[in-house]
């Protein structure tokens, strides 16, 4: 569903979408009001529901640059795969983020429950309307229960957000909720579960690749088991048949692409390996409010692309987990040690001379990260300081994947936009990649080593494709040492199941790095706190480290966020703190 096709009926549905609910957490004025009579009939009911959709690509002007589906702040800033960039003075609530500092006041966290909780209002006032119309005669059985799977699917997936993100001290509103009442201390994972189970019902070709299908539901379904409740043997079974029967929401076929870089060509973002993208669209008389405006701060500062504002920068200790043996990773995290550590032109002025780093890489960090040397896209060499705001501040490197080609800037960018960076690509929410790397970690658990390391080399045979491998400007050779190979039939790291772990956990920081899942991922593993304070050991050696992190210590409550102070006092106390 583009993002055009949203805009057209949200002037119907964003007047209704939440009514006002007197001084509480969720006290959204509407700017007009129409009738819940108006609204119960087909079309109000398929406005409702598409409301609900437009609120999944996260950043709005109502919400604030906190409020981002792309999770850059919270699933790689925080995990310190990157670090915030730009200047300490720029986006401050950021930095303590990045030091794990923040507190309960902290703007940014507001701004994110905000939109989380805007999302979940709507589904509910569209389950209200779509009851309704049903009650009415105006819609038949069997639309209302298409509407209603995927409006309830959509607000369990804003729930899990939130569950995440505060550690599973928020509050489940349904639509018979009283806002007034509610409180945050009930577990409500079995009422997140039940409304994504509600998705899996859905059809496999719904007609519209912006809408939720079976395959999608069944994906994010497994993932909140796996999160909430480590139960990866239920998760495995709807992981397998998202495998052998899943399709994309348009009735398309899934897979693995061919080669890696292509992946992230905004041309290829409905490509072969998207289950899903949140649909953007660009110069289609918004003024780019469809454009991917939650992802604008991240591109280079005055060179490349976009020209602003220098955010989200690779940390170098990302960039040394691309550093190959043998063509396989270095598991001992010996990635960080003497000769080892990928070069880099940090403290260099571009003007000055700089031979990029020599030694075995796994080809992926190139299309994961910007580095000097090494061509960027079709923007020519990547030159080094001057594609960096604050060199000092940030580190030597940049974003590359949500990033688009010169190429394409004509097509992939809103130029009634105030920044080129508010472009059209999409947001990969779910690719194949990923189903494949979440099947492999529930074997693992499930004691399935071979079949683990079966759908692992699957992943790295097609990073070993060097049809897909960054080349030179000229295009006549690679553009850096790539060397990366399959793990082997038999033997470690698939000999033991913790050996299995480890290997896993690297596959999904090399394949799915820079796309907001790590600390996620690293709350599921139970290692956030011991996996942070060792990177954060490594950063503040580096000469710009403590710049970024000064003392920064992750305690024993970095695997969750304090719920925002504002949301606490407008409850009349009804929230309590995590």
Sequence with gaps: MKRRYILAILSVVIAVVVG??????????????????????????????????????????????????????????????????????????????????????????????????????????????????????????????????????????????????????????????????????????????????????????????????????????????????????????????????????????????????????????????????????????????????????????????????????PTQEFVNSFRTSGGLPLLDASYNTGANQVVNDQGLDQSEPFTPDAGPLDPRLDWSVGRRGIPYWDWGLMTGANWIRLQNYSGPYCTKKQVYKKSEAATFVDGSGWTGGQMGNGYKMIRYAELLLLIAECQIETNDLDGARTNINLVRARAANSDGWVKTLDGTANAANYVVSEYPASGAPFDTKENARTALYMERKLELGMEGQRWFDLNRWGVTQTEINRILTYMKGLSYGPSLYGSATAGPKVNQFPIPQRQIDLSNGTLTQN
């Design 20 to 313: 006002s609910c007197g001084k509480n957490f969720l006290n959204v004025k509407p700017v007009g009001s129409l009738s819940q009579d108006i609204l119960a009939s087909d079309a109000g009911c398929q406005a409702e529901v598409v409301g609900v959709y437009a609120m999944i690509d996260g950043k709005s002007s109502s919400f604030g640059w906190g409020s981002t589906a792309i999770n850059w702040i919270y699933g790689d800033i925080r995990a310190a795969m990157a670090s915030k960039g730009s200047d300490g003075g720029d986006q401050p609530y950021i930095n303590s983020i990045q030091t794990y500092t923040e507190l309960p006041t902290n703007d940014y966290l507001n701004a994110q429950w905000k939109m989380l909780y805007e999302g979940v209002a709507r589904a509910n006032n569209a389950i209200k309307i779509i009851n309704q119309a049903l009650g009415n005669g105006a819609i038949t059985q069997e639309n209302a229960d298409l509407y209603l799977e995927q409006v309830k699917a959509l607000r369990g997936w804003f729930h899990f957000q939130a569950w995440r993100m505060w550690g599973g001290k928020v509050p489940y509103l349904d639509e018979t909720t009283d806002y007034t009442t509610v409180t945050n201390t009930e577990d409500i994972s079995a009422k997140i579960l039940a409304d994504l189970t509600e998705g899996t019902k859905l059809p496999i070709n719904m007609g519209q690749i912006g809408r939720w299908n079976k395959t999608v539901c069944q994906i994010l379904l497994a993932k909140a088991m796996m999160q909430m409740n480590h139960d990866y043997s239920g998760a495995l079974t709807l992981l397998n048949d998202a495998k052998a029967t899943g399709k994309k929401p348009n009735g398309g076929a899934i897979g693995l692409n061919l080669t890696y870089g292509d992946i992230f060509d905004p041309a290829n973002r409905n490509g072969l390996e998207s289950i899903y993208t949140i649909q953007y669209s660009v110069n289609d008389g918004s003024g780019a409010a469809n454009a991917g405006y939650d992802a604008c701060l991240n591109f280079p500062y005055t060179q490349g692309p976009g020209t602003c504002c220098g955010f989200y920068c």
